[in-house]
């Protein structure tokens, strides 16, 4: 497994793990150590990782709020843990992330992909619709933007 594919795996095994417990601040680093050091053996560098899971947990209102817009007839609440936690790290990546280092359309490939490791049959397509969504939306904007 890819390094930065393994760094989102662990990424997403710690903000699962720190929203089914209820989101308590000093647990998520506690978590997220523990986790390195049993999901990440051989991982050289784990700084995307940490950069992960702080820049969600940073964005976690701004996130969830653009997850509630895009799939309005899906409260956040009801929205397995899973698909929540992959939808908050593919929607970080995509709004925040260096777009040189992550592309758009990586950061949904690899959100899909998340999808399709660990949660249900219908995950993956409703990683892509949420995301796909999102990505036309900031497209539409910026070309509205563009003063050419």
Not at 57 to 66: G, R, T
Not at 79 to 103: A, F, M, Q, S, W
């Amino acid at each position: 497994m890819a390094s930065r594919h393994l760094s989102r795996s662990i990424a997403m095994q710690t903000l699962y793990e720190w929203d089914f417990y209820g989101k308590k601040l000093d647990n998520l680093e506690s978590i997220k150590e523990r986790n390195i050091e049993e999901l990440g053996v051989g991982l050289k560098d784990t700084k995307f990782i940490c950069d992960l899971v702080k820049g969600v947990k940073n964005h976690l209102p701004e996130i969830d709020k653009i997850i509630s817009k895009a799939a309005p007839e899906w409260p956040i609440e009801q929205i397995t843990i899973i698909d929540r936690n992959v939808l908050r790290i593919g929607l970080y990546e995509l709004l925040y992330e260096n777009k040189e280092e992550v592309p758009p359309k990586v950061a949904i490939n690899e959100a899909i992909e998340l999808a399709k490791s660990f949660g249900g049959d219908n995950s993956s397509k409703f990683i892509n619709g949420v995301l796909g969504t999102v990505y036309k939306e900031l497209n539409s904007n910026f070309q509205e933007s563009d003063p050419e």
